[in-house]
Structure formats: C-alpha cells, structure tokens
C-alpha cells in the first residue's frame, strides 16, 4: 500500500507536490490518532527540503515538524504542500496557521479541508489573507482515505465500525461444534494483527468469548510505538457472571490478559436483576481496575437491533480509553456481525475468504440461529446497497477483500 511511484515527475507542479505530501501523510497513520495523519513538504529550488508528518498524539503537528530544520531563508521563496489545510485553533499544540506569517513562503497548497469545525475553511481563508494559499483536491480521496475515523467522528460525531471476519467458501464463520479455530492462513491473521492496532478498540460478543477466548491483542506484531486496543465485550444479557471455573479461568488468561483496559457492555435490567452477587468469581471482575463495566440503557434483553454506540456509551469509553473513541473493529461472533449488517452501522468491513467447504449452519451470517435478522427484504434493495470494493489482495492461501458502503 506504500506505492510510492508517480506518473507525475514536474516537480513543479502542484500535483506532485500534493502527492509528496499525501504520501508524507502515511508515515504515522497508526501513531496519531485520534489526530489525523497529515503530511507537510517545503520544495524549494525544485528540490524537497524538508518533510514533516503529525507526531504521535498531543505532539507536534506536521507544519512544526517539517519547519523545524529550516532557517527563515530556507523558507523564503519556498513552495509548501500540505495534506490538510492548517489548523487555526489552540488545541494540544499551537495554531499552524502562525507558521506561515511573516516567511516570505511563495505558495502554500492544501490537499484537503480540516472537518473539525473549529477549523473548516478557516486555515484556507488566513492563507488566502496571508496571499499565498490555494486550495487543490487532487489527492483530497486518498487522505480522507488514511484518515477515514477522524472524518466519520469529526462530521458525524461517532465512531468509525468497521467489521471484520473469516469465512469458508460455503460461509462458514465457524464448525458447528466449536473445534476448529481458524479458518483463515498465517498471512490474513498477521494482517488481521496488523488492522487491530490500527482501531482503538475491537469488539467481540459473549458467545465468542465463552467458545474460543480470544487475546484480542496484536501480539504478532512487534513494534513499540503500537499499542493494543482496547478490548469491549457485548454481553446484554450478563452471560459472563454465569460462566463455568474453566471459563472462568480461561477468560482471566487470555481475553483478559493484564496490561490493557478491558470494557464490558452489558444491559442495565441485568444488574437490577440481581445478576452480580458476591461470589468469588464477581468480585474478581468487580475489584480488578482493568475491568470496567457499562451498562446500556435498553429496557428489552436483546438489544443488537439498536446502534450500541450512542453517544452517552461513546462518551463513557472514551474516559476509560483517556482519548476519544474514534474507532471500532467488531470481530465478531456471527451474530454480532449480523446485527452491525442488519441495521447498516458500519464503514468498512475486512473480509478474508478460505477457498473451502467447512459444513455447518451454526456460524453463518443470518442463519435461523440469529434471531431472524435479516439483510434486505427484496433484491432491489439488496442490490441498490451493494457495497464498493475498495481492496482485493491474495493473503497467503486466502482472499482479502475490503469494502465500503457506496
Ligand atoms: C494541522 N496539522 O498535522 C494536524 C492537524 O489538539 P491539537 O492541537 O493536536 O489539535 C488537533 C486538531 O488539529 C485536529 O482535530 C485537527 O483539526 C487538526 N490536525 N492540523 O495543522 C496537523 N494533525
Ligand atoms: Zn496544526
């Protein structure tokens, strides 16, 4: 994905500066959020003197970084790319906008509009005030791209879903009796590590969690900048306080291994009805500070027909989290997916196909076992909201395929 070849080889025209700075952008996609990824590069002399990308969160913005090496004759008579128009706010860092004053900077070009409202359109103005800023969309797809959850948080005001699964040929999540565990290769589940640090919490339901007790954590992964999401386990109706000692011990292990935050999301009526009590195994949950517990608000036990993430229970992580929760990877079980599809809440979904025949109607999206839900009632619908296909790759024996809702 790190295509750095271009037809385009003017180094004076903007195209190629945008392009430089796009690809600048990348550098720190997974370090930076919740901020987004922006990418700053000074051309001058038909040269590129100095590139800067956002540092990790609460650090310096792009515009700082690439700045920073250049004296103020460096800077005097340059050309400056930037993937996002500069902010204009205090926030954890200074306003950029600042920056760019009083240099003798020949042009500045910005790839793409800030949706932060505090800064929308502003950045662009000041610059236009300042007489050298212009706006250009060439590339202005591609960042939005990289920084898809900051764009869906910023605009929409929740968080980005993105929904992931392995399936067998015949659709098959899982065997029916629970045996087998993996029905994607080594490549997709290194990739599959890879996309979780890329998310600020992975979901899964209870039914997952008492079958396979899933780590949750990007363990084959080794890079010290990355950092384990958070781990959020759908359980409305409070199965986790009735689970067996095997279990019991088996999830302490492994999906609530130490070191990360861990969120439980059950409903209100199940805490009312008394389910916690004073047994060993619920005080080992109650008095571990890494466990949280959060209730929803629902009256009815089967709440997956509703959208989870409102905004009182995306407020409620994101104190946990210590930063705003501005995505989600729901990794299943087949009925969690279900859900998410049936009532058209998510972004993306990260599918990885097994070219074999499992067997089995347990696992499979949709299945009777799921409750009854349902994609589309008629084929019209259900080829109106055909998804796009934004990624299709060959992962080891398997097929990557990721798509989008048009
Ligand atoms: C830029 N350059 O590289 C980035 C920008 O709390 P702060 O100060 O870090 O500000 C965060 C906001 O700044 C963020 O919501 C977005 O509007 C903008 N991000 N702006 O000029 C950058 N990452
Ligand atoms: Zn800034």
């Known amino acids: 994905r790190n295509d750095t070849s271009h037809p385009i080889e003017n180094v004076e025209s903007d195209e190629y500066g945008l392009f430089q700075a796009y690809l600048a952008g990348i550098k720190n996609a997974s370090i930076a959020n919740p901020n987004p990824s922006v990418g700053c590069v000074v051309i001058k002399n038909n040269k590129i003197i100095s590139i800067g990308c956002t540092e990790k969160w609460g650090s310096r913005h ?10 103020a004759a460096d800077l005097e008579g340059s050309r400056v790319y930037v993937s996002l128009e500069p902010c204009t706010h205090m926030g954890r860092q200074p306003p950029c906008i600042h920056l760019f004053e009083n240099t003798g900077i020949k042009k500045v070009v910005i790839g793409c509009e800030d949706p ?3 800064v929308t359109k502003n950045g662009i103005r000041q610059l236009q ?11 202005s797809n591609e960042i939005k791209a990289w920084n898809y959850p900051f764009f869906i948080q910023q605009k929409e005001k929740r968080p980005f879903i993105a929904l992931k699964w392995a399936q067998s040929l015949d659709g098959c999540l899982a065997d029916d009796n629970n045996g087998w565990k993996w029905i994607s290769g080594e490549e997709s589940r290194t990739y599959a590590h890879w996309l979780r640090q890329k998310y600020d919490a992975i979901m899964v339901g209870i039914g997952t969690v008492l079958n396979d007790f899933p780590s949750l954590d990007i363990r084959n992964l080794k890079h010290p900048e990355l950092r384990n999401p958070l781990k959020i386990i759908y359980d409305p109706e409070g199965k986790i306080f009735e689970c067996s000692l095997e279990q019991q011990e088996n999830i302490m292990q492994k999906t609530f291994s130490p070191g990360t935050h861990k969120v439980v999301l059950i409903n209100a009526n199940i805490l009312n009805n008394n389910k916690r009590d004073n047994s060993n195994w619920h005080n080992k ?15 009815e036990e089967n709440i997956l027909a509703k959208n989870i993430f409102n905004e009182e229970v995306t407020a409620q992580i994101s104190e946990i989290l210590n930063r705003p929760l501005q995505s989600i990877l729901i990794e299943g079980g087949s009925r969690l997916l279900s859900s998410f599809i049936h009532n058209e809440s998510f972004d993306v979904i990260h599918l990885f196909i097994a070219p074999f025949f499992l067997g089995g109607e347990k696992h499979k999206l949709f299945s009777k076992e799921k409750r009854g839900f349902q994609v589309y009632p008629n084929k019209e619908v259900a080829l109106e909201k055909r998804l796009h296909i934004a990624v299709q790759e060959k992962l080891g024996n398997d097929i990557l395929i990721e798509m989008i809702p048009k």
């Open 116 to 118: 932060n409202p505090v």
């Open 285 to 299: 949950m109650y008095n571990n500070p890494e466990i949280h517990f959060l209730t929803l608000n629902y009256k």
């Open 129 to 139: 005030n300042l007489g050298i800023g212009s706006f250009n969309s060439y590339y």
């Open 62 to 71: 792009a515009e700082r970084v690439a700045f920073a090496p250049l004296s």
